[in-house]
């Protein structure tokens, strides 16, 4: 991907840069390589540094708006920074190509699944400094494809049946949990009939450190003798990051897991929280159930996207994030 943006802010006749992101999806915790490449302006220029800044889009529920960077529901949260290269001389009409090789955080949403996209927005932005003034290009889009353990999970979640709702970036933290970035992602997911009377749908969150995978699942149930004061369940489970290649069976140890979810919190009532560290071992019953899958449904969906109302709103969003961030405009 190459992505070209005049600086405007260091006057007429200033330097260019391409910012150019080696082929592929970049992973959780992996490294996004590729180089920026500059072109001198008119006049001779002093830069003090190059750097690259990740970002997203993300929403923020009415708790949170006061501490979200942007109060109005949504906004742009920079979560990653690297300076990749800085004081040189770069002259007038000169190309000059620096080459990086930064590290994700682990805690990088996915934005794909199989190449289809989850309707997820990140992005790159490249800040040039230069004789004290800085100027920020637009946010060109990054993509994230998951790790082998979030590729496992959402694959036999497929298998047993759950379909893909939606995806989105929510400001705040998980108590409880190891999260580092101040969003999270959540995945929404439709249960299969077996659950359909227990939840109305499972909530899927992904938490990433170098040693293995933190799995958070909640249960929504609004009303009903399931739920009587439309409160959550939520438990977490941690693997390890083998994937679909390892020798444990995904399906029958993700299938126990929902089963613990909905009983418990049947069991125990709405206020149930539980926290789990039982991924390493012990499996619920391998069960397979039939229907339209996460697996399936993403890939449908994303079609489906592409020519309906669904699509028109993710469009929109991603159009407003990557088209309508001014170069100058703090995250």
């Known amino acids: 991907m190459v992505f070209k943006r005049l600086l405007g802010s260091l006057g007429v006749g200033g330097p260019t840069v391409d910012t ?13 390589s590729g180089r920026v490449r500059l072109v001198g302006g008119a006049a001779d220029h002093e830069v003090e540094h190059v750097a690259l800044e990740l970002a997203a889009r993300v929403e923020t529920e ?42 994700l955080p682990w805690e990088t ?19 040039l400094a230069v ?25 036999a979640l497929d298998g047993l049946g759950f379909g893909f709702r939606s995806a989105d970036l929510e400001y705040g933290r ?28 499972i909530e899927l969150t992904f938490l990433a450190v170098p040693g293995g995978l933190e799995v958070v699942l909640e249960a929504d149930k609004r009303g009903g ?7 959550d369940a939520v ?10 290649a390892g020798p444990r069976d995904w399906t029958a140890l993700v299938d126990g897991w929902i089963q613990e979810l909905v009983e418990h919190r049947a069991s125990y009532g709405s206020h149930a929280v539980y926290g789990h560290d039982s991924g390493y071992a012990g499996h619920g019953p391998g ?36 088209g309508g961030d001014s170069g100058d405009e703090e995250g």
């Open 131 to 155: 004789a004290g003034a800085r100027d920020r290009g637009d946010l060109d889009p990054l993509a994230v494809a998951p790790l082998p353990a979030q590729q496992a999970v959402l694959e």
């Open 235 to 244: 438990s977490r489970f941690t693997v390890p990051h083998e994937g679909p």
């Open 62 to 103: 009415t708790e949170h708006r006061e501490t979200a960077p942007e109060g109005d529901g949504e906004g742009v949260v920079v979560f990653d920074r690297h300076t990749v290269g800085g004081s040189f001389r770069l002259a007038a009409g000169e190309e000059t190509s620096i080459p990086f090789a930064v590290t």
């Open 287 to 322: 069960a397979s159930h039939g229907g339209p899958g996460a697996g399936a449904a993403l890939a449908a969906g994303a079609a489906g996207i592409a020519g309906g109302l669904v699509a028109a709103e993710v469009v929109d969003e991603v159009g407003d994030f990557f």
């Open 20 to 32: 150019v992101l080696d082929p592929g999806a970049a992973r959780p915790g992996g490294t996004l």
């Open 174 to 201: 998980i108590g409880g949990t190891g999260q580092q970035l101040p969003f999270h992602q959540e995945i929404e997911l439709t249960p299969p009939p077996r659950y359909a009377h227990q939840a109305n749908e």
């Open 109 to 127: 949403p996915v934005t794909e699944l199989h190449g289809r996209p989850l309707g997820i927005s990140l992005g790159v932005r490249t800040e």
């Open 225 to 231: 003798p399931f739920c009587d004061d439309g409160h």
